[in-house]
């Protein structure tokens, strides 16, 4: 009889690291059972840059997550980013041997194998080869051409890599805890399976993430990813922003951001704070809080639409903007980014899960959360494999050297002793 299946979803942060744990029933409906978070330390733009901090905070969120879904979690999904993940698309092209009648399963990871043949910096690794459309013989578009009949087989990746020591220094951390990492998904891809619907994707989406220490960003085009990338600025810049000009500490610039900031500046006079115990009588110009934010958020938005505008894709795109990340809820970040990429916005709640109301209301939740569903697609269409075999398999020898071949042999001393008892061997 069949089972429901519990994920973890991770997200370490900037600002925040939160734990997500989402069953998923035998239906393929998902409920989140429990969400765990605590303040990030230890982690700029994304990324580690102290363990012991960071690890402490991480286990803080650990621990609620578990208290809260009376689950005890040993492996998780992880979600990374930063500046550092870079993208491309590339074309892989096989011809079909003349023996052979119909395409082959054996095909398509050929065919993935060439299109990943590329030359990327010697220390990055491949993280996601996401098939954009396969062609039969010239015929477009084809769905599922394993079982078809042809000669040539091409297939369009979107192909996502980073620097490899930077991605396990991360699942280091993890695994320290300890936990083992099923897989490892960047942001954005994993925001994307639960704010944006096929629909928009096929329409053309451009989904922006905007978190405390990046600004991750996945395109779609016709169905199918066609840009991904990340950028180093996030709402903690903004804050710093404030801080410097207005000459308070950052304690206070974050507050009066979350509570009293907007990205497009109001015609309003100073304003007397007296409703927050660190702010009250303090006499802020909200005009100048929101100069300061909408000169950061315009030259962060201006600086991908320039990015993304190169090919003339930003046109195509029947769906619009869709903002999402914990920054996204800034008051009139929508407009502003409307009049940027000149596109319809959109903020949307996460809406094809049950349980906690909260969670689906909080745009920063939607990688956590995402990554629930990104593991739900995942394993219903790839061979079962071990969290070490995965992990290793996608860059490329992470767990490799002297200890990896002493566990193999190890392991296999144990398989022949345990076939010769039982008289296999």
């Known amino acids: 009889m069949a089972k429901s299946t519990i994920y973890v979803g991770l997200e370490i942060g900037t600002s925040k690291i939160c734990v997500v744990v989402g069953e998923v029933r035998v239906d393929g409906a998902i409920k989140i059972l429990g969400v765990g978070q605590a ?20 286990h803080d969120a650990l621990v609620r997550a578990e208290d809260r879904s009376d689950v005890m979690i040993n ?7 930063g500046a550092h ?33 590329v030359d990327i910096p010697q220390e990055n690794v491949f993280l996601h080869s996401i098939v954009r459309d396969y062609y039969v013989d010239g015929q477009e578009k084809v769905k599922q051409p394993a079982g078809r009949l042809g000669k040539i087989l091409e297939a369009d990746y979107h192909i996502i890599h980073s620097i490899k020591t930077r991605v396990q220094n991360t699942i280091r951390c993890v695994r320290e805890i300890p936990l083992d990492v099923e897989d490892v998904v960047f942001s954005p891809v994993a925001s994307a399976q639960v704010v944006l ?17 990046t600004t991750d960003y996945v395109m779609y085009s ?49 304003m007397v704070i007296d409703d927050d115990p660190q702010l009250a009588g303090r006499e802020i110009d909200s005009t100048l809080l929101s100069e300061i934010i909408n000169a950061r958020m315009t030259e962060t938005l201006e600086r991908l639409r320039d990015q993304l505008s190169q090919d003339g894709e930003l046109a195509a795109l ?16 929508d407009k502003l980014t409307e009049q940027i990429f000149n596109l319809p916005v959109s903020r949307r709640n996460i809406g094809s899960m049950s349980g906690a109301s909260a969670a689906f209301e909080n745009p920063q939740y939607s990688t956590p959360m995402g990554l629930i569903r990104y ?11 071990s969290p070490i075999q995965r992990i290793g398999k996608k860059l490329g020898g992470i767990f490799s050297g002297s200890k990896l071949l002493i566990w193999c042999g190890v392991l296999l001393a144990g398989f022949l002793l345990v076939g010769s008892l039982l008289g296999t061997f």
Do not use: W
């Open 39 to 58: 303040p990030s330390r230890g982690v700029r733009k994304g990324e580690i840059v102290d363990f012991e901090n960071a690890q402490a905070c991480l």
């Open 75 to 81: 492996n998780v999904f992880l979600a990374i980013t």
């Open 85 to 117: 993940i870079k993208s491309f698309n590339n074309r892989g092209t096989i011809r079909i041997p003349e023996e052979q009648n119909e395409i082959t399963s054996e095909d398509l990871e050929e065919v993935k194998e060439i299109a990943r043949d």
């Open 197 to 213: 619907t096929q629909e928009h994707k096929d329409r053309g989406a451009l989904l922006l993430d905007i978190g405390g220490g």
């Open 222 to 270: 016709g169905g199918s990813i066609s840009r991904s990338g990340s950028i180093g600025v996030g709402g903690d810049h903004i804050t710093n922003d404030i801080s410097v000009v207005m000459k308070i500490p950052l304690t206070k610039a974050e507050r009066l951001k979350v509570k009293y900031g907007a990205a497009i500046v109001p015609d309003t006079g100073p």
């Open 318 to 333: 029947g769906a619009g903007v869709f903002l999402t990340g914990g920054c996204s809820k800034l008051d009139g970040l």
């Open 375 to 385: 593991a739900q697609i995942l394993d219903a269409n790839r061979p079962k494999l």
